[in-house]
């Protein structure tokens, strides 16, 4: 019985040592044991660890949206590692490892370009939806970005593979600086857009003054920006001469402030004159929408007394501004009117003297 069990581990030590294609079964066995082993690790950490991420990642809204994809696109580049690894210890020819370096790199540059291209476009999508605004469509960027991004990836996976690339770099570039010399002025209006997008001086529906134009946005296209004026004419201005220019965004402002002044006639009545100014404190802070600051006696006039009273308007809307200030030039004109507080008028007196 002994002598059986010792003849067989003799004759198992034996199998082991057999050779198959350079390599022994002890060599496959190990290889294959690395690949299991590996891959059993990943699957805990996946399991435990990644888990536990992927709860707080949930929280974060956008990103929890986006990072799982981007990390299964990794998933079959970490099995290809594993196998790339446990398949290391074998003794192969130099032609196979060379092979399987070029696939272990061609499909990492894959991954990663398609990664950036994802969480970049994204990022452009969550920007464009903010605010419930569409201020522009990345999908207008899609034809470029991945031009770019895989042109890069290409250049990278034919210097890895022993190509050459000095001269298709120097043609790329003398291409490119033609190319911008003859299309300048697009290309700065592509550049201003880019600008306008991600600075976001405006948004559609927004009313501006933009030096002598004035109007709501009614499209950021990728050359030009139309404007609707008040007398209903469309303005097309280029985006570059936007960029350059100062722009008044009335949209933006959260309170407007309101000066105005109140002429009344020399010889009204000190009381008069404050209580005129505790009336008009009275009447803004009565109205919804605005809030009081001052309202005093400011100066004497040519022709009459001068009262200045500013407030601010919590809207940007100018009909609001419209309404509030209308309903505060009625009560001082009935209050003036009660009182007979006369409103002043220029007048000149004119002595004529006799020799």
Known sequence: MLKNIIMKSF??????????FQNSITQYFLSICLFIALFIVYFIIKKIFLQRISKKINRLGFVSKNIIPLYSNFNFIIYY???????????????????????????????????????????LNNRAGSN????????????????LLWGIGGIFILDNF?????????????????????SQNILGDLLSYVSLV???????????ILENYMGCIEKIGLRTTRIRSLSGELIVIPNSDIVKSRVRNYKKMEQRRVVFELSITYGTDTDKIIQLCEFIKNSILSIKNSKFDRSHFKSFGNSALLIETVYYVLS????????IQQKI???????CNTNDIEFAFPTQTISIKNN
């Open 81 to 123: 590692s594993f196998f790339f690894v446990s398949i290391r210890i074998l003794v192969l020819p130099e032609t196979v490892h060379t092979i399987l370096s070029s696939v272990w790199i061609l499909l990492i540059t894959i991954s990663i370009i398609r990664s950036i291209s994802y969480a970049l476009f994204a990022w």
């Open 329 to 335: 030039n009625l009560m001082i004109y009935d209050f």
């Open 316 to 323: 940007s809307d100018y009909t609001v501004y419209m309404d």
């Open 132 to 147: 419930g605004i569409n201020v522009f469509n990345p999908k207008m960027f899609s034809p470029f970005i991945s031009v």
């Open 11 to 20: 004759a198992i030590e034996n199998y082991m040592y057999i050779t198959i």
């Open 198 to 208: 991600f600075d976001r001086p405006f948004e559609p529906d927004d009313f501006i």
């Open 162 to 182: 022993g190509f050459k690339i000095s001269s298709i770099v120097t043609g790329l570039g003398i291409g490119g600086i033609a190319i911008a010399i003859a």
